[in-house]
């Protein structure tokens, strides 16, 4: 998952609070998860990182640590992700 730069995931209905690992991709330059239904603390690796576009509008998302849910099946995808430089899901729900 090192070349994944863009994650586009807003209005996707999520709930739960944001995944630290996502801090752990290298190259990531834009997180979009506006309009979702996500809560909790922004991850710390998230927080720090000076040239990520981070979105959030829509949540209420503050602060420090936490996990995104969707019966899991979020997590799983980007785990699985290896060589994916956009990721972008326009329609439909997961």
Do not use: C, E, W
């Not at 586009?8 to 290298?26: A, C, E, Q, R, Y």
């Not at 996500?38 to 979105?55: E, I, N, Q, V």
């Not at 959030?56 to 998302?61: A, H, S, Y």
């Amino acid at each position: 998952m090192d070349a994944l730069q863009i994650i586009d995931m807003h209005n996707k209905k999520l709930v739960g609070s944001i995944h630290d690992f996502l801090g752990d991709l290298p190259n990531l330059m834009k997180l979009n998860l506006t309009y979702n239904s996500m809560t909790g603390s922004m991850p710390a690796s998230l927080a720090t990182k000076r040239h990520l576009d981070k979105s959030l509008k829509g949540n209420r998302v503050i602060g420090k640590s936490a996990s995104i849910k969707k019966s899991g099946k979020l997590l799983m995808i980007l785990k699985s992700l290896i060589q994916l430089s956009l990721l972008s899901f326009l329609l439909g729900n997961i």
